[in-house]
């Protein structure tokens, strides 16, 4: 995915000033005060969140706002971060989409029955988050026996034989009747 495009998965965050220049990538060092939990939330930060930019109004006039890491107010500076769970959903979602492009059109059919079949299912209703890892590995199975040349189809249910149908077949010949 192109910059351009991960940018409509940014957001407005504010950061401790002492921070900010490490996030914006101006320095590969953390600053020498920090404790072990700092730490923990930077690095739980940067998991989450790829800084894009700096507002340099911002650098030398601090705002004094809840900062995203540590959650407690204080002098912070306002960037612009991209949430990198978002991207991966996003590149999932379209990875899965262009498989499903190559079903064809029986394949593709059985497998949105199938699908919606499954997330009905309780654990998906607890778990909505599971849905987009489940449906990109159910469109790879679904290609991986297309591209051997199976089609897969739903079996249909027979009709239900009634009692009427069922006192209304004779058999063909009298030899077949015991």
Known sequence: MEFKDRLKYADTLYVSQHWASYL???????P?????NEEKAIEKFEKE???AGVNSETLDNPLFEKCA?????????EVTAINRELIKAEEQRIETENKLEKLSADNKKTF???YQAHIKQEEFQQHPDLKPAFRAKLAD?????????VTLKLNEPSPQKTAETVGKEKPANKDQER
């Open 32 to 36: 020498l005060d920090l404790d072990e």
């Open 24 to 30: 914006a990538g101006a320095t590969d060092e953390l």
């Open 141 to 149: 199975m679904f290609l991986a026996a297309q591209e051997k040349g």
């Open 112 to 114: 949105e029955n199938v």
């Open 49 to 51: 969140w790829e800084v």
């Open 69 to 77: 890491i540590s959650g407690k107010m204080s002098d912070c500076v």
